[in-house]
C-alpha cells in the first residue's frame, strides 16, 4: 500500500479520491492528508478518516507518505510544495502546466538527485495520455513534429463562431454562462495556456529543455467572424494550434490560429475537446484526441502515475531526461516560412490596392488571392477590410510589408499561419 | 544489453532491425538470430552479423537470448515458437493477432508460470498505443465501451466507395492494385481479420477472456453503393466497426458494418487509417487514429514492448491478466437491441409495401423510414429496392420479420446495425 498526500482539495483532488474509492486502484493507494488554505470549508467530497491540514510541511515532514500529489495552480506555492517534497526523498505527481513549463528543468533535476520519480501526465491535455505516448509508446523513434489543440476554451469559441456564424464576444459571453471560458478569459484566449503545453510537448519531442517563453504566441481575441467566415469560403478552418517542428533549418515551436485545410485532422475536433497529432520518422501521423480538461480525465491521468508509482514502476529521471537536455535554441518566428492569412484595413479610394498590393511585391511576396468584401454605403475615407493570402514566404519580410501598412495609420493587421497538407 | 531473437524476416522484421541500427534503441537491444523458411533467399534488409537459421530451436535454446520476437503470422508455427520460448524462460513479443485472440489465455498462463512477459501492442492497430492505452493509461479506471475502425483494407473500400460513388467490386480491384487489398481479400472482407482484434480489445476491456470465435461477425462483401448512398442521404456513413460494450443487460461484441452519425469520431477516419474510441467511467470519450498496419508503425509497437523488456519494465503476468480472467460469456447478437436499416427486394406490384409493413407492424417493430427509389422500366414481377430504417427494437425480432421475407423468394436482405449519438 502507497500513501498519498494532497496538496489542494478542489474539483480534480476530489475527482482523485473518488477514483481511490470506487475502483481497484484504492487497493495499491491510500490518501492520507489534504493541504488546504481554509480548514472550516464544508468539504462533502472529502472521504471520512482523511487528515485536513494547512500546513504544507505536514505532506513532506510524514514519513508515512511516499507520493505527494500537488494540485494546487499557480507556481509559487507549487514550487515550494514540489520541490520540498522531493528533497524529502517523496514522489511527486502534478497537473500543473504552469510549474512544468516554467521550473521543470530544476524539479526534475531534484528528482534525479533525491532518487525519485516526477510524474505529469495530468499537465497537459487532461484525459488524453500524450505525455506517456511520447515518453513511452513512441520512446524508439524520433519526433518530428506535435501539432494540438490543447486549449478547450479557444477551441469552444472557434468552434461556435464557425458553426453558428456568431461573433467572438457572442461566443465568449455564452461560454462563460456555461462554464466553458474563465470569467477573466485572458489566460485561455491570449494562448498563455496553450504556450504552457506547447514548451512541456516541444520539450518532449526535442528531447531538450524548451523555455515557453521563446516561443512565439498568438490568441485569438483578435479574430472577428468574417476570418472564419473567409478562411471556410477558401476551405480552411481556424484553429488555435500549438506546434513543434524538427525543420531543415533547426528547431521551430509556435502557439497561435492557424489555417488548417479541411481534411487536415484537427480541423474536425469540436467544441472544448482536444487532441495531439504526433509525426515520427517511423510512425507517419497518430492522431489523441478526447476531453482535454475537466476533474474526472484529468484525475485519471493523475491516478496512471500514481498506479506506476504504487506498482514500484516510476521512472527516476535519467541523466537523458528531456527536461535535463541541453536547452533547445528555437528558430522564432521570423525565420518560419509559411503561407499566410493576412486581413487588414484599408481607405475604399481608387489606387489604394494597386499600393498595399506594390508593398508586397517589392518585398518580393507573392500574392495567392485577395479579397476586398463590397460595403454598403462606404465613402472613399471609410477603411474597408481587405483579405490577402500569400504564397510561402518568410514571416520576418511579411512583418516589413505589415509595418508599412500600419505606419498608413489604417489600423492594425491579423495575421494567421496558412497550413499546407 | 538485451539479447533478442526474431522468427521471421519480412518486412515487419527488417523494419525492427532498421529502427534498432538507426535509433538510440540500439544501445539496449541486440538482434542475434533469424529464424527464415529459405535460408537460400538474398535478404538485403538483414544487417551484417546477424545468424539466419532454419531451426526454430535455435531461438529458444540460446542462453544469450532473452526475448524472442514473433513475427510468423498464422497459428500453427507461431503457437509452437511462442510457448517454446515462453517454457525456455524468454519473454517474447509478437504482431500476431491471431495467436493471442485464439491462444491468449494459455500463452498468458505459460508467460506466469515461467515468469517471463508477453508484449502484444503490435497485434492491434500497428502504429496505435492502443493496447498500452487501455492497459496502462486508463487501467485506474473502468472500461464501457471500446469501438474502432480496426481493418484498413475494408476501410480503404468503405472511404472510397463513399468518396467516388464507385462500386465494391471497382473499388476492390484498385485496393488490390494498389496494395491495400490482398489477391484474397476474404479474410479482410469478410470481417474476419477484425474480430481477432475484437476478442483481444474486448478481452481488455471487460477484464475476462473473450473467445472471438463467439463475437457475432459480418463483412463488407454483400454492400452495394446504393446502401452508402442511401445511409448518406440520412447522414449516416457506414463503417466496419469492432466494438465491445457493457451493457445494463451484460457484455456485448460484434464485428460488423455500421451506420454511424456524420459527428460520430469514427465517421471521419479515410482511407487504411485505423481508429478506436474508448470509454470509461471517468475518461468520457478519447479516440486513438493513425496508420493501423504497415512495416514501420507495426515495429515502432514491437520496439515499445522491447524497450520496456530492455529497461526491466516488462510485465510478469498476474492473476489478474485479463487474459487469465474468467471466460466473459457474450449476450450474443440476438439479444442486442438497437435501430436497422433494412435493404430487401420486393416485386413492384399493388400491395407489396402494405405486405411488408405488414409483417414489421405484427412484430411491434416501428419503422422510422421507407424508401422505395424508382426503377425505369419495372413491370409488376421486377425484384425493385426497398429499405426501411426500424426504431430501436430486438435483433431476434428483426430476425423473424427477415426469415419471412426470405421465405418469400424475393432474395436476401442486407441488415445493418445504426448508430446512435
Redesign the interface.
Not at 168 to 196: H, N
Not at 307 to 329: C, I, M, N, T
Not at 341 to 366: E, M
Given at each position: 500500500m502507497t500513501t498519498i498526500a494532497l496538496a489542494g482539495a478542489g474539483n480534480i483532488g476530489t475527482?482523485l479520491l473518488r477514483?481511490l474509492s470506487t475502483?481497484s486502484?484504492g487497493k495499491l493507494l491510500r490518501a492520507k492528508t489534504v493541504l488546504v488554505r481554509d480548514p472550516n470549508k464544508s468539504r462533502p467530497g472529502l472521504p471520512e478518516g482523511i487528515a485536513v491540514t494547512t500546513q504544507a510541511s505536514d505532506l513532506w515532514n510524514d514519513p508515512e507518505v511516499s507520493v505527494v500529489v500537488e494540485l494546487l495552480g499557480g507556481v509559487t506555492d507549487s514550487l515550494l510544495v514540489v520541490s520540498s517534497a522531493l528533497k524529502a526523498g517523496k514522489s511527486v505527481v502534478t497537473a500543473n502546466k504552469n510549474l512544468m513549463a516554467e521550473h521543470g528543468p530544476e524539479l526534475f533535476a531534484l528528482a534525479r538527485k533525491h532518487g525519485v520519480c516526477l510524474g505529469f501526465?495530468a499537465s497537459v491535455c487532461g484525459?488524453?495520455?500524450i505525455i506517456?505516448?511520447m515518453t513511452?509508446?513512441?520512446?524508439?523513434?524520433?519526433l518530428n513534429t506535435v501539432e494540438g489543440i490543447v486549449n478547450g476554451t479557444t477551441n469552444y469559441l472557434l468552434t461556435r463562431m464557425s458553426e453558428e456564424r456568431a461573433t467572438y464576444a457572442q461566443c465568449l459571453v455564452d461560454a462563460q454562462r456555461l462554464g466553458f471560458a474563465e470569467p477573466d478569459p485572458e489566460y485561455d484566449v491570449s494562448g498563455k495556456d496553450a504556450v504552457c503545453k506547447a514548451g512541456i510537448l516541444a520539450t518532449l519531442a526535442f528531447g531538450g529543455y524548451v523555455d515557453f517563453r521563446q516561443v512565439p504566441t498568438a490568441g485569438i481575441e483578435s479574430l472577428e467572424l468574417e476570418d472564419i467566415r473567409q478562411a471556410e469560403a477558401m476551405g480552411y478552418r481556424i484553429k488555435l494550434i500549438a506546434s513543434a517542428r524538427r525543420t531543415a533549418a533547426g528547431f521551430d515551436a509556435e502557439v497561435g490560429p492557424v489555417l488548417l485545410p479541411l481534411a487536415h485532422?484537427l480541423a474536425?475536433i469540436?467544441m472544448e475537446d482536444n487532441?495531439v497529432l504526433l509525426e515520427?520518422?517511423?510512425?507517419?501521423?497518430?492522431?489523441?484526441?478526447?476531453?482535454g480538461a475537466?476533474p474526472?480525465?484529468t484525475?485519471?491521468?493523475l491516478?496512471?502515475d500514481?498506479?506506476d508509482l504504487a506498482e514500484g514502476?516510476g521512472r527516476v529521471p535519467s541523466a537523458e531526461h528531456p527536461f535535463l537536455g541541453k536547452a533547445v535554441e528555437l528558430l522564432g518566428s521570423q525565420a518560419s516560412q509559411s503561407r499566410f492569412y493576412v486581413r487588414t484595413k484599408v481607405p475604399d479610394r481608387p489606387g489604394v490596392l494597386a499600393q498595399v498590393a506594390g508593398l508586397f511585391g517589392k518585398k518580393g511576396i507573392s500574392i495567392a488571392s485577395v479579397l476586398q468584401p463590397e460595403v454598403p454605403g462606404s465613402t472613399g475615407e471609410t477603411l474597408v477590410p481587405l483579405i490577402l493570402t500569400t504564397h510561402t514566404t518568410i514571416r520576418s519580410r511579411l512583418n516589413e510589408v505589415l509595418a508599412q501598412l500600419e505606419a498608413e495609420g489604417w489600423g492594425t493587421n491579423v495575421v494567421l499561419r496558412i497550413q499546407e497538407d
Amino acid at each position: 500500500m502507497t500513501t498519498i498526500a494532497l496538496a489542494g482539495a478542489g474539483n480534480i483532488g476530489t475527482g482523485l479520491l473518488r477514483l481511490l474509492s470506487t475502483t481497484s486502484a484504492g487497493k495499491l493507494l491510500r490518501a492520507k492528508t489534504v493541504l488546504v488554505r481554509d480548514p472550516n470549508k464544508s468539504r462533502p467530497g472529502l472521504p471520512e478518516g482523511i487528515a485536513v491540514t494547512t500546513q504544507a510541511s505536514d505532506l513532506w515532514n510524514d514519513p508515512e507518505v511516499s507520493v505527494v500529489v500537488e494540485l494546487l495552480g499557480g507556481v509559487t506555492d507549487s514550487l515550494l510544495v514540489v520541490s520540498s517534497a522531493l528533497k524529502a526523498g517523496k514522489s511527486v505527481v502534478t497537473a500543473n502546466k504552469n510549474l512544468m513549463a516554467e521550473h521543470g528543468p530544476e524539479l526534475f533535476a531534484l528528482a534525479r538527485k533525491h532518487g525519485v520519480c516526477l510524474g505529469f501526465e495530468a499537465s497537459v491535455c487532461g484525459g488524453i495520455p500524450i505525455i506517456r505516448t511520447m515518453t513511452e509508446a513512441l520512446r524508439g523513434d524520433r519526433l518530428n513534429t506535435v501539432e494540438g489543440i490543447v486549449n478547450g476554451t479557444t477551441n469552444y469559441l472557434l468552434t461556435r463562431m464557425s458553426e453558428e456564424r456568431a461573433t467572438y464576444a457572442q461566443c465568449l459571453v455564452d461560454a462563460q454562462r456555461l462554464g466553458f471560458a474563465e470569467p477573466d478569459p485572458e489566460y485561455d484566449v491570449s494562448g498563455k495556456d496553450a504556450v504552457c503545453k506547447a514548451g512541456i510537448l516541444a520539450t518532449l519531442a526535442f528531447g531538450g529543455y524548451v523555455d515557453f517563453r521563446q516561443v512565439p504566441t498568438a490568441g485569438i481575441e483578435s479574430l472577428e467572424l468574417e476570418d472564419i467566415r473567409q478562411a471556410e469560403a477558401m476551405g480552411y478552418r481556424i484553429k488555435l494550434i500549438a506546434s513543434a517542428r524538427r525543420t531543415a533549418a533547426g528547431f521551430d515551436a509556435e502557439v497561435g490560429p492557424v489555417l488548417l485545410p479541411l481534411a487536415h485532422p484537427l480541423a474536425s475536433i469540436r467544441m472544448e475537446d482536444n487532441a495531439v497529432l504526433l509525426e515520427s520518422d517511423f510512425l507517419v501521423k497518430t492522431l489523441l484526441s478526447g476531453k482535454g480538461a475537466g476533474p474526472n480525465p484529468t484525475a485519471l491521468s493523475l491516478l496512471a502515475d500514481l498506479l506506476d508509482l504504487a506498482e514500484g514502476r516510476g521512472r527516476v529521471p535519467s541523466a537523458e531526461h528531456p527536461f535535463l537536455g541541453k536547452a533547445v535554441e528555437l528558430l522564432g518566428s521570423q525565420a518560419s516560412q509559411s503561407r499566410f492569412y493576412v486581413r487588414t484595413k484599408v481607405p475604399d479610394r481608387p489606387g489604394v490596392l494597386a499600393q498595399v498590393a506594390g508593398l508586397f511585391g517589392k518585398k518580393g511576396i507573392s500574392i495567392a488571392s485577395v479579397l476586398q468584401p463590397e460595403v454598403p454605403g462606404s465613402t472613399g475615407e471609410t477603411l474597408v477590410p481587405l483579405i490577402l493570402t500569400t504564397h510561402t514566404t518568410i514571416r520576418s519580410r511579411l512583418n516589413e510589408v505589415l509595418a508599412q501598412l500600419e505606419a498608413e495609420g489604417w489600423g492594425t493587421n491579423v495575421v494567421l499561419r496558412i497550413q499546407e497538407d
